[in-house]
């Protein structure tokens, strides 16, 4: 597939928007001055039916001008008949409705369609879908305490996500790892920046929920969905202009439990439409300021299951995330909308850490003393997100054309720590030799000294972990402390769409056939700088201490309370640290002036032919074009299917490094690889309304995932923090799956709702890391890893979703309501390196939500618990099924309560990880940890305005 033929498609589809028009019926359904998605409208006796589209319109075109009768139906409201009459000269251009909740007085449908018209958007967009989709709307995301997008789509049945800080980032489906799935906005992909690794998979943490309209999971894809996505699709759609005049505003206050310090959040959105309904916009800004801190500790090992270095961080910092979202709209005339959309997002992140790295290996069993590595260590991360997007709808003769142009892009970058020259991760390390150990911790199993986890036959385990020091009354002594290496961790990630165009168009044939067809183009670059610097003492006098910055010392912010949650005092044995003023200040005096010196052997610099994997650049283009057809083959059986093909072509610049023969030395070279292949992915569904409220849905589709970005550099880096050496390999291989589900769906009562269903997915080519042990550098012992494609693998699962208020009960108790989902996958591969069968990465076996609610008399109460279970991160370089790196099961309960005082104000509390659950990850047995921290409870109280 060519550029030429491309742009050929576009001209042809943008040509139909020329045609001459009939009389056409256009109108919208609202609630008040909600737009109702997804209302079914019928014409009666004509045997033509549509449904509204997310602002609520729908059309008819093509239709003689005589008086029509139409009905429209949505779950939880009144049928609604009204009589429409095209004969007059000049017809109305856009015939607008209301609709009522049914059942109950006049006071009872006020409370339901104030406090529920999000569960009827959400259900009705669902019910009456083709596809297999799950729908949140906009009023409902505020009904918990999440605020960013990745934590709004948390609570859907097969949706889990991935967290930083204890705050949601990735989004994954059906338990796959995030980056085999796709996140997009507006139907977008998005690109993607961070500061550790080149995954595909967006962060969606700089992304508020203020200013998102309506959340949509596709859970099978059709053919006018990007392809790229094997577990399903995850579409953020942000605000639209309103029907009328809306304003409102929220303030908030609240308090971290673990940085002991405040959480601040606002926003304001503002909209209106012209009287003749022309111009339409929409502002949302949305501010969020919070104090966070994490305690950690980490257990390295190298070479062996032993462990040679405990790590205990202390982190703390503050996080700002600001989000702004314009929209406008003009409609040209009756047939003819307009539409410009702007986006901006950002998330900064201002992080203080302290770090002591207890050496086992330098335990020496004769003066049975060991080390202790102060890492003092400040930077502010930067991810900023900019977006732009011009479209159009257009209602021609016989069908609709759409079509957009977007441009996107997305950056990662460290703030101006120590300053803008250098800016990066600052780190300042210092060591304190001959500290007395506890020698029954330690042993030489022929790899050094280690402490071996009691499930490893050695005397470490949980509860003792912590106890490595032979006085426990010792404390770091700032005179002992060393100065042993600066460190500048430069990264730099940038990633553009350059152009993201799309056409669609959609007929209706007189034989009741609606046709859709439409082409996508996106053209992408991305850029990746990195640098691991690290400088040693090279200054007159002796090498100094932490003490000389004694103007500079502090206490370190909450080590009194360091892993309270695992009551331990380790944290009164750490001394004083240095402040953020103090590192800026220890670089300002030396490094310009020659008391610094480059450690050549320990960095890794591209001169030096070190950090090729993370020193690239790639150009993508994405051509895509589709067809499909849906029809109903009978009153309750209708069918969808078509074929979408996708071209990708990919080039990679990069860098190989030619050693001299029998030297260090060598010359830094370009080089360059190129990848191309044609993706066809057919899709069927078929939906079988067996009722009015019951449906029975089966779909086939094949899908596949591109390899992340960082998969295709053509060499690699090595991690001094994780020991690790990370390669690439160009020749990875794209991975595909064929798609099979099985679901049905039943509503009753007042949007009351239980559905359930299968899926079974037959993945080939996936690929995984393959890990074993060698020698970079000199090092021993490292950790080198590369992707690859795995042999043929599957996942089967299975799902089961429920809402039910409890109406039926008398009084108080009918405001009570419960929802709750249950996913269950399995999963089998079979990889080079080990002897039968595991499973995919990050495949998640158990995910389950559950809500309890309140809703009555100006209250909403909820309390929502989430749970995913363990999952495989990392198959072991061993190839034993033990020295997998596993993400240990994970459960929070958060709860919020809004009590809405009149039309006007509403007052809110929430509280986010009542649980203070753990992270944790551990190799092969939670008894054998790699990994552990815990973030404390917050909470927040507020004010919500509307006029």
């Known amino acids: 597939m060519n550029y030429k033929f491309t742009l050929s498609l576009f001209l042809t589809l943008g040509c139909l928007s020329l045609t001459a028009q009939n009389r056409t019926l256009k109108g919208r359904v609202l609630d008040g001055n909600e737009a109702l998605p997804g209302v079914v409208v019928e014409i009666v006796g004509q045997g033509k039916a549509t449904a509204t589209d997310l602002d609520g319109y729908f059309t008819f075109t093509d239709l003689p001008e005589k008086q029509y009768e139409i009905v429209m139906r949505y779950f939880g409201y009144s049928d609604k008949y009204e009589i429409v009459d095209l004969t007059s000269v000049e017809p109305k251009s856009l015939y607008s409705f209301e609709m009522a909740t049914s059942g109950g007085n006049l006071d009872e449908i006020v409370v339901i369609s104030t406090k529920r018209l999000s569960e009827a958007k959400a259900i009705n967009m669902q019910k009456n879908s083709v596809s297999l989709v799950n729908v949140i709307a906009s009023d409902g995301i505020g009904k918990l305490p999440d605020r960013n997008a990745a934590e709004t789509v948390q609570r859907i049945p097969g949706v889990s996500i991935e967290r930083d800080q204890g705050e949601g980032r990735y989004v994954a489906v059906r338990g796959l790892p995030a980056e085999w799935n796709s996140t997009t906005m507006n139907g977008h992909r998005l690109p993607t920046a961070a500061d550790e690794g080149a995954s595909r998979a967006t962060a969606f943490d700089f992304f508020p929920t203020d200013i998102i309209g309506y959340v949509e999971v596709f859970k099978a894809l059709t053919p006018d969905i990007d392809g790229d996505a094997l577990g399903g699709s995850v579409n953020f759609i942000t605000k639209t202009a309103p ?270 056939l609606k046709w859709k067809f439409g082409a996508k183009f996106v053209d992408k670059e991305r850029s990746a700088a990195f640098a691991d610097e690290f400088y040693g003492w090279s200054g007159s006098g002796s090498t100094p201490v932490l003490e000389n910055e004694k103007g500079y ?259 108080f108790l009918s405001g009570f309501g419960v929802q709750a989902n249950y996913t269950f996958t399995k999963s089998e591969m079979k990889i080079p390196s080990r002897d039968g069968v595991t499973t995919l990465p990050r495949q998640a076996k158990h995910l389950f939500n559950a809500q309890l609610y309140y809703e009555k008399g100006g209250f909403n109460i909820r309390a929502a618990y989430n749970f995913k279970g363990r999952y495989i991160t990392e198959h072991g370089a061993s190839g034993l099924a033990k020295d997998d790196v596993y993400y240990g099961d994970y459960a929070s309960l958060d709860a919020n309560i809004t009590y809405k005082i009149n039309k006007h104000f509403t007052v809110f509390m929430e509280a986010n990880n009542l649980l203070n659950s753990k992270l944790e990850y551990y190799y092969g047995d939670s008894n054998r940890p790699l990994q552990v921290e815990y973030y404390g409870v917050k909470g927040m109280l507020g004010i919500k305005w509307e006029l």
Not at 463 to 483: C, I, R
Not at 623 to 647: I, K, N, W
């Open 553 to 811: 010392l502090v206490s370190q912010p909450g080590g009194s309370d360091y892993l309270k949650a695992m009551n331990t005092s380790i944290g009164n044995s750490f001394g004083p640290v240095l402040s953020k003023e103090g590192m800026k200040n220890f670089y300002k005096n030396h490094f310009f002036n020659g008391d610094l010196s480059l450690l050549r052997n320990d960095s890794e610099i591209l001169e030096e032919g070190r950090g090729l994997g993370r020193n690239f650049k790639v150009r993508e283009q994405h051509s895509s074009v589709y067809g499909m057809v849906t029809y109903d083959l009978t009153s309750q059986l209708t069918f969808l299917g078509g074929l979408r093909a996708t071209h990708t072509n990919t080039k990679i610049d990069g860098y190989a490094f030619e050693k001299e023969e029998g030297t260090t030395k060598g010359e830094l070279k370009k080089v360059s690889d190129t990848k191309s292949y044609l993706s066809l992915l057919p899709m069927l569904h078929l939906k079988y309304t067996m009722t009015d409220n019951t449906n029975l849905r089966f779909a086939f589709t094949r899908t596949f995932t591109r390899p992340d970005f960082g998969y295709l550099a053509p060499g690699g880096t090595y991690l001094a923090a994780d020991n690790q050496f990370v390669g690439g390999n160009p020749d990875v291989n794209p991975t595909y799956a064929y798609n099979f589900d099985l679901m049905g769906e039943h509503y009753f009562g007042d949007l009351d709702v239980i559905s359930g269903g299968v899926f079974y997915k037959v993945i080939t080519d996936p690929i995984f890391v393959s890990a074993k042990q060698g020698t970079y550098n000199g090092i021993e012992g490292v950790e080198m890893a590369q992707p690859r494609n795995g042999d043929n693998a599957w996942l089967l699962g299975a799902e089961i979703s429920g809402n039910k208020k409890f109406d039926f009960l008398p009084g």
């Open 243 to 512: 029907a009328d005049f809306t304003l409102n505003a929220s303030l908030g206050m609240g308090y971290n439990q673990l940085s002991n310090k405040g959480v601040y959040s606002g926003s304001l959105t503002v909209g209106d439409r012209s009287k003749n309904d022309k111009w339409g916009y929409i502002l949302n800004l949305s501010q969020w300021n919070r104090n966070w801190a994490t305690d950690n500790y980490e257990a390295r090992r190298s070479g062996d299951e032993g462990v040679y270095r405990l790590e205990l961080r202390d982190y703390t910092g503050e996080r700002q995330t600001t989000g702004v979202n314009t929209g406008f709209e003009y409609n040209a005339s009756e047939n003819s909308k307009l539409f410009v959309r702007l986006n901006y997002g950002k998330l900064l992140d201002k992080e203080l850490h302290y770090k002591r790295r207890i050496r086992f290996d330098k335990y020496n069993p004769q003066t049975q003393n060991g080390r202790i590595e102060l890492q003092n260590i400040v930077n502010d991360l930067n991810f900023d997100f900019y977006g732009a997007e011009l479209g159009g709808k257009h209602f021609l003769n016989k069908g609709t054309f759409d079509w957009s142009l977007g441009h996107y892009r997305t950056e990662f970058y460290y703030g101006n720590i120590p300053d803008k020259k250098n800016h990066s991760y600052l780190s300042m390390m210092y060591t304190q030799d001959n500290v007395a150990f506890n020698p029954d911790l330690f042993e030489d199993r022929g790899n050094g000294m280690r402490a071996y986890w009691d499930v490893d036959g050695g005397v470490l385990n949980t509860g003792n972990v912590f106890d490595y020091l032979a006085d426990p009354t010792f404390v770091d002594n700032p005179k002992n402390m060393k100065f042993t290496n600066l460190q500048l961790y430069k990264v730099g990630v940038k990633e553009r769409d350059n152009i993201v165009a799309s056409a669609n168009y959609q007929v209706e044939s007189t034989a009741g």
